[in-house]
Nanobody
Framework: QVQLVESGGGLVQAGGSLRLSCAAS????????VGWYRQAPEKQRDLVAR???????FYDSSVKGRFTISRDNAKKMVWLQMNSLKPEDTAVYYCNFPDGLAPWGQGTQVTVSS
């Protein structure tokens, strides 16, 4: 059974940084595309960053230049380094596999105060 566990969220002031972590289990990992999604209140869940098996990355324009996604295949982990945070980054953040969604984890709340 695939399990995704996110952590690292919190409350931070605008301009601050956070590093989110995601641990995956119950699935192959090294050959899969892994992504970070976020969902703000009353909005849809959107993909903000992804990384493929060759470590090629993609970022949504709203986070490009501020967020960095990385992975460790041996540990089956993916991280999202978030810098220069803005209040509009406030959301629950989730990791998942864009090439075949697994059951969603509980997510981790990121709140950016102005």
């Amino acid at each position: 059974q695939v399990q995704l566990v996110e952590s690292g969220g919190g409350l931070v002031q605008a301009g601050g940084s956070l590093r989110l972590s995601c641990a995956a289990s119950g699935t192959t990992f090294s050959n899969r595309v892994v992504g970070w999604y976020r969902q703000a209140p009353e909005k849809q869940r959107d993909l903000v960053a992804r990384i493929d098996r060759l470590r090629t990355t993609f970022y949504d324009s709203s986070v490009k230049g501020r967020f960095t996604i990385s992975r460790d295949n041996a540990k089956k982990m993916v991280w999202l380094q978030m810098n220069s945070l803005k209040p509009e980054d406030t959301a629950v953040y989730y990791c998942n596999f864009p090439d075949g969604l697994a059951p969603w984890g509980q997510g981790t709340q990121v709140t950016v105060s102005s």
